[in-house]
């Protein structure tokens, strides 16, 4: 058990490198390339820090009983992992992983396959790996050791801030998409109620111009071509009106479609990099735009295998 700030400190941060090696592995292998899978941009995943900080802290008095150590683990995990996605969903919007497709999930926060494996890997963690660590710590001299902390903590902290701002550059992007389509919708409903609307309109006051004519023809003869000219006259000024109220619409229709497309093919690392190192991400507030974003990164990924092969 840490009995310093300094030892907590030291224990987050390895064990969140260690996460992040083991989290870049699995998804590294699974792709079959590099994969920064860690939620923000450098090498550690805070969540393994303050798990197996928790872990440490809570049952290291219980140790010698394998079968506590594993139920121990399995729980701290579990709620862990349950609060850490809950409070992520919340903060921003985002749902980052998802095990709503495996048996026994809770909310899709946790599910019952990666707590049992938390729980064993945290018993072996607890077992065999932390003695290491903790002689690790201990054979870094402490003025060493204190100026390494404060380097890697602030580097640490500006990657928070980093990522955080990106991530709420993310959510305004998506929103901003999701604006948009909402407009392309409601503006291609328009044409097509405008075209509708306006040819019934134009049959309607063609028919009454028409029987107009014709009354006039046979009861007014000398006033034929003047009648005829009237109603053309009026038939093409009410179509001209129609078709510059459609393409006015076209047009922004065309404006708006090009700003939607540039958005979601505009190449930003940290956005492509949040979608990289989460897959099964969802949007609470976007999720068509976001899956727009995956579809046009995907593309890209494929396109450019189809080039090296």
Same mark, same amino acid.
């Given at each position: 058990m840490p009995q310093t700030f300094y030892e907590v400190v030291w224990i987050f941060l390895i064990y969140a490198f260690i996460g992040w090696c083991t989290e870049v592995s699995y998804a590294t292998l699974d792709a079959g390339k590099f +994969?920064? $899978? /860690?939620? *923000?941009?450098?090498?550690?995943?805070?969540?393994? /820090?303050?798990?197996? *900080? +928790?872990? @440490? @802290?809570?049952?290291?008095? #219980?140790?010698?009983? #394998?079968?506590?150590?594993?139920? /121990?683990?399995?729980? #701290?995990?579990? +709620?862990?992992?349950?609060?850490t996605g809950y409070v992520l969903e919340k903060v921003f919007h985002n749902k980052w992983w998802d095990y709503s497709d495996k048996p026994f999930n809770i909310k899709g926060y946790v599910c019952?396959?990666?707590s049992i494996l938390w729980g064993l890997a945290c018993s072996f963690i607890m077992l065999v790996i932390h003695p290491?660590? !903790?002689?690790?710590?201990?054979?870094?001299p402490k003025t060493v050791g204190i100026v390494l902390l404060i380097i890697l903590c602030s580097a640490f902290f500006a990657d928070c801030v980093v990522t955080v701002?990106?991530?709420?550059?993310?959510?305004? $992007?998506?929103?901003? !998409?999701?604006?948009?389509?909402?407009?392309?919708?409601?503006?291609?409903?328009e044409i097509g109620e405008n075209i509708y609307e306006n040819v019934a309109e134009a049959i309607?006051?063609?028919?009454?111009?028409?029987?107009?004519? &014709?009354?006039?023809?046979?009861?007014f003869t000398q006033k034929k071509e003047k009648l005829a000219e009237n109603? &053309?006259? $009026?038939?093409?000024?009410?179509?001209?009106?129609?078709?510059?109220?459609?393409?006015?619409?076209?047009?922004?229709? &065309?404006?708006?479609?090009?700003?939607?497309?540039?958005?979601?093919?505009k190449k930003i690392y940290g956005h492509d990099r949040l979608i990289k190192a989460f897959p099964g991400m969802h949007s609470i507030d976007n999720e068509d735009s976001l899956l727009k974003l995956k579809e046009h990164l995907m593309q890209l990924v494929k396109n450019k295998k189809n080039q090296e092969e």
């Open positions: +994969v920064n $899978r /860690g939620f *923000l941009n450098g090498p550690y995943c805070p969540i393994y /820090g303050i798990g197996v *900080l +928790v872990v @440490v @802290v809570i049952l290291t008095p #219980l140790k010698n009983s #394998l079968l506590i150590l594993f139920i /121990g683990s399995f729980v #701290l995990t579990s +709620v862990l992992e349950y609060i019952l396959k990666f290491i660590v !903790m002689g690790f710590i201990h054979i870094i701002s990106t991530i709420l550059k993310f959510n305004k $992007r998506l929103k901003i !998409m999701g604006e948009i389509a909402g407009k392309l919708k409601v503006i291609s409903n309607e006051k063609k028919e009454q111009f028409d029987g107009t004519y &014709e009354e006039f023809k046979t009861g109603v &053309e006259n $009026r038939y093409q000024k009410f179509n001209n009106s129609v078709q510059l109220n459609i393409e006015k619409k076209r047009a922004e229709y &065309e404006e708006l479609s090009k700003r939607y497309k540039e958005l979601s093919e």
